[in-house]
Structures are given as structure tokens and as C-alpha cells.
Nanobody, 124 residues
Framework: QVQLVESGGGLVQAGGSLRLSCAAS????????MGWFRQALGKEREFVAG????????YYSDSVKGRFTISRDNAKNTVYLQMNSLKPEDTAVYYC?????????????????WGQGTQVTVSS
């Protein structure tokens, strides 16, 4: 069982930056690949970024590639999402998620554990 708590969301102007954090409970954090997803109002939840257990490989959606960076600190049981050059279309609730699987990182159905989400609003 893994419990996830996101923080760091807020209101920012277009072109600004935010850093999201996701703190995980439990001693087996390094056993899980981690992902960030987002869900805008009226839309389906979509993949944003993923990172393997060791942090050696990362994955991004085309819409955020080059602007967002996912990282993790296994000693602190925390995964981060650095978001730069934010756009109004990045406005959404952002969720972190954990999966014990070594495949399907971009798919919602691959993840077993989810946080409650943190709101990110980008004003134009």
C-alpha cells in the first residue's frame, strides 16, 4: 500500500514556473515507477510524465516535452514535477501515481495508487 500526497500547485501567470511535489508513504517507494497525470475540467485524465524506479529513464507527453521535468529522490520518498514556460492550456488538476509495473507508464490503467491532486491554474 502506498499513499501519495501532492503539493505545490497554485496560480501562476503564463510563462511562469511551478514545482510540484508528491510525497509517498511506506518503505518501498523505490519499488514503484511514478507518473504525473492531469485532468482539465470536462476532459479525461491524461499522461504528463513518468519516471522509472531508479530514475534512470523518464517519459513525457509531447505537449510538455522540453518544458516539464520529472525527477525523484528515493531517499526522501518524493517525486517532483518542475514545470517551466507554463501555458493557459496547462491548467488542470495534477495527480501523481505509482505503479509496480515496468511497462505502460503512459496509461492511467497501469497505475494502482493515486494522490488526491493539486490544482494548477495558469492565467493569460
Amino acid at each position: 500500500q502506498v499513499q501519495l500526497v501532492e503539493s505545490g500547485g497554485g496560480l501562476v501567470q503564463a510563462g511562469g514556473s511551478l514545482r510540484l511535489s508528491c510525497a509517498a508513504s511506506g518503505r518501498t517507494f523505490s519499488s514503484y515507477a511514478m507518473g504525473w497525470f492531469r485532468q482539465a475540467l470536462g476532459k479525461e485524465r491524461e499522461f504528463v510524465a513518468g519516471i522509472r524506479r531508479s530514475g534512470g529513464s523518464t517519459y513525457y507527453s509531447d505537449s510538455v516535452k522540453g518544458r516539464f521535468t520529472i525527477s525523484r529522490d528515493n531517499a526522501k520518498n518524493t517525486v517532483y514535477l518542475q514545470m517551466n514556460s507554463l501555458k493557459p492550456e496547462d491548467t488542470a488538476v495534477y495527480y501523481c501515481a505509482a505503479t509496480p509495473r515496468s511497462y505502460g507508464y503512459t496509461e492511467v490503467r497501469s497505475y494502482d495508487y493515486w494522490g488526491q491532486g493539486t490544482q494548477v491554474t495558469v492565467s493569460s
